[in-house]
């Protein structure tokens, strides 16, 4: 379990996470949503290690990983994978070395038995017969599958994924989304997804962290955002009619809250 | 960053190869460059001292002997490291630039790999293997330009040929591999560092390698000086 406990964060004198508290099972998909400027990247990152956090504490089955040394620190990392918000994939490498990268400088398993993992998860993100490609002749959703690839290759316990779905069209969206949950449930990893996505919001969030302005002002399940009386969620997640009418179709009922216009 | 750059390694043998990826990129990488450059100076070199004292009682052999000290003292490795800060300058530090913008360095931080140790010091330590065998290539070169010139001016290749083991010092070699060493260092150092700490944008990579290619250039002359007034 990933355990956050009052996490603050400033920058010089601007507070950015205004103390924090929650947790995260594993086999759940976590999900992180705010509006821009609420600190959705900023706590990812501070879970991960990325930033040092002013105040608080981050546990990982029940180790303070905020209080380690840097040194500490990479045996847990070891146990993280990440997926960046633009893949963050090694130009210079082909797809295969990207995916490769991670067993070539933490394992001593036989060049064989490195492909044949490479392989394994290649396939299991649908990405046969791409590995000889640089990530600059493939295609965003490509890039983000290569980049989920690279993250479970050494079978992680920990996936982080920084809006997994900006820059793809609906239904690469979704396929990603079926993709993060399905390994979530199969490989029983504990994973947070930090998205403005409303699909993926409704289609995957089995635990949903609402930030706003650094706090954290709500959590609970996608199925309880339905019936939320929570304003600032109502109006973030349901901010277009067509969203209102939805809703209203699904749960034949009208908000609790009075919304804005 | 330094002090980071020197934890151990989490795989000796990738960070091996990304050394010898490095040695092959700067130094193979500009092989034609410092080479073409280090011909043709060597041989205006000779050319303009033929050219100056030809009406004078200097002899002959004198141009040999003054484009083969100019050449190792001076030129191979100043000219050489001006053209290598501009070059790999601004290739080190558009590339570590693009990688920090891009998340690829962070990327590397959360496998648990330290980037400094496997970004920044194979390129370091490549620069000091590589450039001065470059340098004292660059200083051959340059010779063998003063000696097509000078014959085509005239001058016997007897003469240049004397001329190059006229009063020959080879504290001379030792000054310009001090000097190739020190530069490789300025220029790796000071690009690596532009590189990695690039904030912001597309815009930033090009300014972080402009300032890479600025002040190592200037570091290299001011350097240049300093191992001149201590070795010399």
Redesign the interface.
């Known amino acids: 379990m990933i355990e956050v406990k009052d996490l603050k964060k400033s920058f010089e004198d601007k507070a950015i996470l205004k103390g924090i508290s929650t947790y995260f099972e594993p086999g759940k998909t976590n999900l992180v949503i705010g509006t821009s400027g609420s600190g959705k990247t900023v706590f990812v990152k501070c879970l ?3 930033l040092q956090p002013t105040s608080g504490s981050v546990f990982y089955d029940g180790i303070e990983f905020t209080a380690l040394s840097n ?1 500490e620190k ?2 847990i ?2 146990k ?1 994978g ?1 997926l ?3 893949s ?4 210079s490498m082909t797809v295969e070395e990207n995916v490769m ?2 067993l ?3 394992t001593n398993l036989t060049a064989k038995e490195k492909l044949n993992r490479v392989n394994f998860c290649l396939e299991r993100v649908n990405l046969v017969g791409a590995n000889k490609k640089f990530p600059g002749e493939i295609s965003g959703g490509m890039m983000k599958r290569v980049g989920i690839a690279r993250a479970i290759v050494l079978n992680p316990k920990y996936l ?1 994924c920084d809006e997994p779905n900006s820059g793809l069209d609906p239904q690469t969206s979704l396929r990603i989304d079926d993709l993060l949950s399905d390994i979530t449930h199969e490989y029983q990893m504990i994973t947070i997804i930090n998205t403005h996505d409303m699909n993926s919001v409704m289609g995957m969030g089995e635990k949903v962290v609402f930030l706003h302005q650094g706090y954290k002002e709500w959590e609970g399940s996608s199925q309880e955002i339905l019936h939320t009386d929570n304003e600032l969620l109502y109006n973030f997640i349901f901010a277009s009619e067509f969203l209102k009418q939805l809703r209203k179709g699904i749960t034949n009922s009208t908000p609790l809250i009075k919304p804005d216009k | 960053m330094m002090r980071d750059m020197f934890s151990i390694p989490e795989n000796y043998r990738m960070y091996s190869k990304e050394l010898f990826r490095q040695m092959n990129g700067i130094g193979i990488g500009s092989l034609i460059i410092v080479g073409v450059i280090s011909l043709f100076v060597g041989a205006v070199t000779a050319l303009q001292f033929s050219y100056q004292l030809g009406s004078t009682f200097f002899p002959e052999y004198m141009i040999g002997f003054i484009v083969r000290d100019t050449m190792i003292i001076e030129l191979a490795p100043t000219l050489s490291g001006l053209v290598l800060a501009g070059k790999v300058g601004s290739n080190v530090a558009g590339e570590l630039g693009t990688m920090r913008i891009s998340e690829q360095i962070d990327a590397l931080e959360i496998m648990g790999v330290n980037p400094q140790g496997y970004l920044v010091m194979p390129k370091i330590l490549g620069a000091i293997f590589i450039v001065p065998p470059l340098i004292v290539l660059s200083a051959m070169l340059g010779i063998f330009g003063g000696y097509l010139a000078a014959e085509n001016y005239g001058i016997s290749p007897a003469n240049y040929q004397k001329g190059l083991l006229y009063l020959f010092d080879p504290f001379n070699v030792v000054i310009m591999t001090v000097k190739s060493v020190i530069f490789a260092f300025l220029i790796a150092s000071v690009a690596c560092y532009q590189g990695f700490f690039v904030k912001g944008g597309a815009l930033d990579i090009g300014k972080a390698s402009t300032r890479a290619v600025v002040f190592s250039s200037i570091l290299v002359i001011f350097f240049d000086y300093i191992v001149a007034l201590v070795m010399t």
């Open positions: 991960v290690g990325l040194r990479k045996q990392r070891t993280i990440m960046f918000q633009g963050a994939l090694f130009d990268f991670p070539n400088m933490f982080f």
